[in-house]
Structure formats: structure tokens, C-alpha cells
């Protein structure tokens, strides 16, 4: 079964930073682009970041240029959203999602994890 | 950036109802790079059509999208119960990949 679980949501203070994690399983991890998507309680659905399979391209929405870095390990199954500098704004249910190339609709999503920012 | 504008915000319709959504791109969608995800209450997104009319895998020949340019419609054609939920637009022609403000159905 093809599966994406991300971890590493948490309450946290301003300015402070978080890093979050999403393992893959039951499909060729280094073979897809990944992306991470958000959602702020109530609201819509918003790209935040995308990285290829090879980590050659790498994009960011420009509300989080400079404090959030993607990253992947292959090895690992698994991609990263390292962010710093963390805002209230930020507070959102945070999806990783997969697609078959870098430009491509997202065919699987993970259940989310929750990151709240508030002192 | 591309914007996408959904429209209606909301579409009251009764179940065996035609349900036909629109997203407006502020720009070209190259390719037809325009996605369609259906978001239930406390569910994960999830995908119905892929380059503007071809459905994903397994979904129902209900849903139907098409389009081009900057003008996309889904449609879906008999609405079922398990049909009312949120749908979002998403464009992936260009960074950054923009989703529309998404169309809530609901039950009228």
C-alpha cells in the first residue's frame, strides 16, 4: 500500500523552529517529486514547498522563502521541511504529498501533521 | 504567480443534481497543467482529474473535467451523498503550484 506519514507537528513560540518529517512507503520513493502543501483550520489548501527526486529542483512559496528549507533522503524514504524563524501565520495542518514528476498533480497524500505557533 | 479563482464559494444542489464548478486562471495554464482534488470533513485531499479532463484512478465517471486556457470546469454529473465535500482547483504549469479557494457543495 502506497503510504505517506508525516511527524513532527508540535506547539511552538514565535521565532522558534520545527522540523518536519514524512516516510514514505510501498512505492519507489527515489523514483517521485515530493511536496509539502498546508492548511490553516477552516481555510484552503496552500503549496509551500517542492523538491525533485534528486533534489535538483527545489522551489518555495515566497511566505516561507528563507526560513523553510525541503530536503530528502532517499535512503531514508523519507523528506524533510526544516523551518526556522517560525510565525503565527505559519499555524497550519501541514501535508507532504507525492507526484509522479515535478510538475504533476499530487496522486497521494499523507494525513497531515499539525504544527500550532503561539506563545 | 498564477491566481486561481473558484467559483461558485458554495453550490446548494440536492442529491441527483448536476454540480458544475468553475476555476479561473489569472493566466495561462500551459499544457493544461490543472488539477482537481475533492476534501471531505477531517480527510485527506484527494485527487479526481489530472491535465484537465483525465480522471485519476478509480475515480467514478461521474466527475468529469475540462477546459483550457484559463477557463476550467469540473462537473459532476448525478451528485451522490458521499459527492458533498470541498473541491479545490490546483494549478502545476509553474512554481509556485497555486490552488483555487475552493467550491464547497452542500447538501440543499
Known amino acids: 500500500e502506497v503510504q505517506l506519514v508525516e511527524s513532527g507537528g508540535g506547539l511552538v513560540q514565535p521565532g522558534r523552529s520545527l522540523r518536519l518529517s514524512c516516510e514514505a512507503s510501498g512505492f519507489m520513493f527515489d523514483d517521485y517529486a515530493m511536496h509539502w502543501v498546508r492548511q490553516t483550520p477552516g481555510k484552503g489548501l496552500a503549496w509551500v514547498s517542492s523538491?525533485?527526486?534528486?533534489?535538483?529542483?527545489?522551489d518555495y512559496a515566497d511566505s516561507v522563502k528563507g526560513r523553510f528549507t525541503i530536503s530528502r533522503d532517499n535512503a531514508k524514504n523519507s523528506l524533510y521541511l526544516q523551518m526556522n524563524s517560525l510565525r503565527p501565520e505559519d499555524t497550519a495542518l501541514y501535508f507532504c504529498?507525492?507526484?509522479?514528476?515535478?510538475?504533476?498533480?499530487?496522486?497521494?497524500w499523507g494525513q497531515g501533521t499539525t504544527v500550532i505557533v503561539s506563545s | 504567480e498564477i491566481v486561481l479563482t473558484q467559483s461558485p464559494g458554495t453550490l446548494s444542489l440536492s442529491p441527483g443534481e448536476r454540480a458544475t464548478l468553475s476555476c479561473r486562471a489569472s493566466q495561462s495554464v500551459a499544457s493544461n497543467y490543472l488539477a482537481w482534488y475533492q476534501q471531505k470533513p477531517g480527510q485527506t485531499p484527494r485527487l479526481l482529474i489530472y491535465?484537465?479532463?483525465t480522471r485519476a484512478t478509480g475515480i467514478t465517471d461521474r466527475f468529469s473535467g475540462s477546459g483550457s486556457g484559463t477557463d476550467f470546469t469540473l462537473t459532476i454529473s448525478r451528485l451522490e451523498p458521499e459527492d458533498f465535500a470541498v473541491y479545490y482547483c490546483?494549478?502545476?504549469?509553474?512554481?509556485?503550484?497555486?490552488f483555487g479557494q475552493g467550491t464547497k457543495v452542500e447538501i440543499k
Open positions: 491535465a484537465a479532463s
Open positions: 490546483q494549478q502545476y504549469t509553474s512554481s509556485p503550484h497555486t
Open positions: 504529498a507525492k507526484t509522479t514528476a515535478y510538475y504533476s498533480a499530487m496522486d497521494v
Open positions: 523538491i525533485s527526486w534528486d533534489s535538483g529542483s527545489i
